[in-house]
């Protein structure tokens, strides 16, 4: 998800109809400008080059997400929607332009949580991550706290550097029907989804998500090639 | 996340031809989809200095541009086949509770103290949704 103010200029997003590796490519309708939904830059056009402010969001079921904001509000869509993709998530095809770069690390339609700082890129894969849902990790020299919660199929990313101390974290449990990491400096319980510190000597806090996105490891490994792939210690 | 989308439909528009050229309700305009491509392949490095001088990229998959070397701009369907969402209405909590199933996917959002859902399913059919919220200009993609 993007900002689309540039500037004093505000955009307003149309689909292309074009696609870069698979992925879609926006255009803005005040200059025509191509973007690219996965680099999250202009690739052609006037504003080519400029990069898109990204903002926090999490893919997560609607309960786990009913939970953790009861006063959320919703797009209106009408009614009951069925998911016309649901077949291709878990075909074998990856898409119709097919791979340049294919990486067998892992099997092309296995999700992964992709973070993407200036420090570097890394992918840390689902399936892994639902046997270790809470680590602390680096990313270059930067320290970063990767965070899955198994029933919303929601992996996220944040900063765990809390008043200047880098903290470190491990699996919670569940409270209240969602995730948990607990730091082990404070003992505080901090909602996965959110980052927001629920219970303990930190209570009310709220670690920085970074941005980091859940998609497929052939579009991930195509765009990135050779990119670092998350492998747990022995 | 939400990339693949457009090729899905791709897809589902080639197997509704296929099937004696149903149109798929979610895309009306869409025309059938020739894979063609842009010539010549754009090149990252060599995309043109923007007028302006462009906004810090804060954590932008594109931290590190020359990863990604080049890259070809191809074109599967009409400008506008699959159309974006210019103007959300917005609904309650307990109003979407009748829309959204507890398992559905959606995309949750939260800008200081406003939070929002787009359901998946439904953002399949429209890819961006042009939005406010916490009076920040958005745009939500899938």
């Known amino acids: ?234 | 996340m939400r990339a693949f989308l457009l090729v899905g439909l791709a897809a589902i528009l080639a197997v509704a031809l296929a099937c004696g050229g149903a149109e798929p309700p979610d895309a009306p305009h869409a025309t059938p989809a020739t894979a063609e491509t842009e010539a010549p392949p754009i090149t990252a490095t060599e995309a043109p200095t923007p007028a302006e001088t462009p906004l810090p990229a804060t954590g932008t998959a594109a931290a590190d541009e020359r990863e990604v070397d080049s890259f070809e701009i191809v074109t599967l369907l009409p400008k506008d086949a699959i159309p974006a969402i210019d103007h959300p209405a917005v609904i309650s909590a307990t109003a979407a509770d009748e829309q959204l199933r507890a398992s559905d996917l959606v995309i949750g959002v939260s800008i200081g103290d406003e939070h929002r859902a787009y359901g998946v399913a439904f953002l399949s059919g429209h890819e961006i949704v042009n939005d406010m919220l916490g009076g920040t200009a958005i745009a939500v993609t899938w």
């Open chain 1, 1 to 234: 998800m993007y900002a689309r103010d540039i500037g004093d200029q505000r955009l307003t997003f149309g689909v292309s109809g074009k696609l870069i590796m698979n992925a879609l490519v926006m255009f803005d309708r005040q200059t025509e400008t191509l973007w690219s939904q996965f680099l999250g830059e202009a690739v052609t056009g006037p504003l080519a080059g400029t990069a898109l402010d990204v903002l926090p969001a999490v893919l997560t079921r609607w309960e786990s997400w009913l939970e953790l904001h009861p006063d959320t509000t919703a797009l209106n869509q009408g009614g009951p929607v069925n998911d016309s993709y649901a077949g291709y998530y878990f075909s074998p095809g990856a898409g119709v332009l097919g791979e340049r770069h294919r990486d067998d690390r892992l099997a092309g339609k296995e999700l992964v949580l992709g973070v993407a700082l200036p420090q570097g890129r890394k992918a840390y894969a689902h399936r892994q991550l639902a046997q270790t849902p809470v680590f602390n990790d680096r990313i270059g020299d930067r320290p970063v706290l990767i965070a899955y919660d198994s029933k919303a199929l929601t992996a996220v990313a944040f900063d765990p550097t809390v008043d200047g101390r880098v903290l470190r974290f491990e699996a919670g449990g569940v409270l209240n029907g969602n995730a948990v990491a607990r730091d082990l400096e404070t003992f505080t319980l901090w909602s996965v989804l959110s980052g927001e510190a629920l219970d303990g000597e930190l209570r009310g806090r709220r670690l920085v998500a970074l941005p980091a996105f859940s998609v497929f490891w052939f579009a991930w490994s195509d765009y990135f090639p050779g990119t670092a792939l998350y492998e747990p210690p022995p």
